[in-house]
């Protein structure tokens, strides 16, 4: 049970819950637009999805850990290979045996799958891998987290479900909708993230936008992205998304618009704890637009 609580720690719970999530409404919002039911066959498609992503999303972050040790020991000391809970042998192997994993679920259970997890992978490989190591970069850091988390896992995986079920539609107007907010959302998570890790990135020369514009500026920067995305997913319901409850999406969208800047106004950006909460509050934003996507469809 150590060991477990150990590994769980070491996937970083709040990507393993979002990539849960994302996994969950694609399913759901190809079912609603391809009229099928929950069955057991696709069910279980849909279960050997999670778990290559889940494998997927473990091996990225727990490489990108493997190569940021003395950094987390500044940043995040807790977590457990920068704390010594994990000694680096054992995380070579997490992340190796998940890494295989994930390529081997993919391949069995379908081409678009085995596109999807193998683009994943390989992004993530270079956003931590030295020489290539594109975290050091700003534009290309957020650029490999908003393409994974954005494009490809959106599209990859909508594709890979409709193939499943037999559906001759191409990516609807809900997916490219979700896609575009997800898109958007990512970049806030991604130049927000490194607002925490201030001290550790300057110590090691891990250019961030953190530290080319300073924290005032991110912050501002990505309320105001995600304020966009949901201003611009509350027009898509009114003039493009027609066959979804539009009454529950917007008001939705605008109670969590409300509660971002209502969450926003006295954060204490001198405060490294203050930070990192309205950082996981922002990655809960996220989670909650996975489950708003599908119950709208379906309410």
Known sequence: MTFLKILWKFSRPHTIIGTSLSV?????ISLASTGNGVTTINLEQ???????????????????????????????????????????????????????????????????????????LLIGSAYSLPPIRLKQFPFFAAFCILTVRG??????????????????????????????FILLFT????????????????????????????????FNLSRGVISVCYLGTIAAGLFWLTSLNLSFFVTSHLVLLG??????????????SAIAKFYQFIWQLFFVEYLLFPIACFV
């Open 24 to 28: 969950l409404a694609l399913y759901f």
């Open 46 to 120: 849909m279960l050997a999805v999670w778990f290559a992503c889940i494998c997927g999303n473990i091996y990225i972050v727990g490489l990108n850990q493997l190569y940021d040790i003395e950094i987390d020991r500044i940043n995040k000391p807790d977590l457990p290979l920068a704390s010594g809970e994990f000694t680096l042998q054992q995380g070579q192997l997490v992340v190796t045996i998940t890494g295989v994993l994930a390529l081997l679920i993919a391949g069995l259970s379908g081409v678009w799958l085995l596109a999807t997890v193998a683009v994943s």
């Open 259 to 272: 509660l971002l800047w209502w969450r926003s106004r006295d954060v204490d950006l001198e405060d490294k």
């Open 151 to 180: 494009i490809v896992v959106n599209i990859g995986l909508f594709l890979h479900y409709g193939d499943k079920l037999n559906s001759s539609e191409a990516l609807n107007p809900y997916v490219w909708t979700l896609t575009l």
């Open 187 to 218: 970049v806030a998570i991604a130049i927000f993230k490194d607002v925490p890790d201030l001290e550790g990135d300057k110590q090691y020369n891990i250019n961030t936008f953190t530290l080319v514009i300073g924290k005032p500026a991110v």
